[in-house]
């Protein structure tokens, strides 16, 4: 398979499955999860959660699971979190598996969840660690938003760091959103508050952008020869996937045909 032609079956591949969460959206979830930096771990220990988000796609009800909210229910003050950490982080993982449990069908949207840095399997080990046995979900159940993307609109849909940036692109709110420094820099000052209101704007941003993208209305950097690339192939599948530029390439091949014509014309009337 060609370049030009594996890169049209992608994006199409890509409309396609954006056409069915939307079309089947009962069966579709958004996650994404708040931990502290594994950067600065030591001995290769795995990052502690502080906060889970999962929202349904149909109606946008989120349910979280975090740090400060079984601590409040424990009447465990913030200072003392720290040092009941791992009970805490126990009774959260608890309930945030009891709730994949009931949802043994559905589709899992995320953003880069696909590792034991970061991602459902740094949260099964992290469950493991503190005793507990996780609910695995299955591989084909998992939507990486970042890699349908790229499928979509290609490479250079927007500047790293991706998402922050096509949020601010589409003046989608940044109000209580905190980068990966400053979300590592709150989990050293124990502001799992903050770390879960982060959590739940990005739960609420990626079901924006997602939303958008569906509608065909994402503002992103890409142009048309990034998305389908600069060759004769790549202009035919733009042709395919653009009514616009599949006009402009009628009236081109009418035109230069006219002209054709009326050259032979001149040619034999001589």
Not at 67 to 87: G, S
Request: charged fraction near 20%; glycine fraction near 4%.
């Amino acid at each position: 398979m060609s370049k030009p032609s594996e890169r049209f079956k992608k994006r199409k591949n890509a409309k396609e499955l954006l056409q069915k969460i939307s079309d089947n959206s009962l069966e579709y979830l958004i996650i994404h999860y708040s931990c502290e930096s594994f950067y600065d771990l030591p001995e290769g220990n795995t990052p502690r959660i502080t906060s889970i988000g999962v929202r349904y796609v149909k109606n946008a009800q989120t349910h979280s699971f975090s740090i400060h909210k079984i601590a409040e229910l424990r009447q465990i003050a913030p200072n003392e979190i720290n040092q009941n950490y791992n009970i805490l982080e126990k009774a959260m993982l608890d309930e945030y598996f009891q709730f994949v449990s009931k949802h043994p069908n559905h589709k899992w949207i995320h953003i880069n969840m696909r590792n034991i840095n970061y991602g459902f399997e740094a949260i099964n080990h992290r469950y493991r660690v503190l005793g507990g046995t996780p609910i695995d979900i299955n591989d084909d159940s998992k939507i990486d938003l970042a890699r349908l993307f790229i499928d979509l609109y290609g490479k250079e849909y927007a500047p790293h760091p991706r998402f922050e940036s096509l949020y601010i692109l589409n003046n989608i709110t940044m109000s209580d959103f905190l980068n990966g420094e400053e979300e590592a820099q709150a989990f050293v000052e124990g502001n799992y508050v903050g770390l879960h209101q982060s959590t739940l704007r990005k739960i609420d941003n990626m079901h924006n952008v997602l939303s958008l993208a569906n509608e065909n209305d994402l503002k992103n950097k890409s142009n048309l020869f990034q998305i389908y690339g600069i060759s004769i192939a790549g202009l035919y599948y733009m042709s395919k996937d653009n009514w616009i530029v599949a006009i402009i390439f009628w009236l081109i091949n009418t035109s230069i045909a006219a002209l054709i014509g009326i050259g032979i014309t001149s040619f034999f009337s001589k």
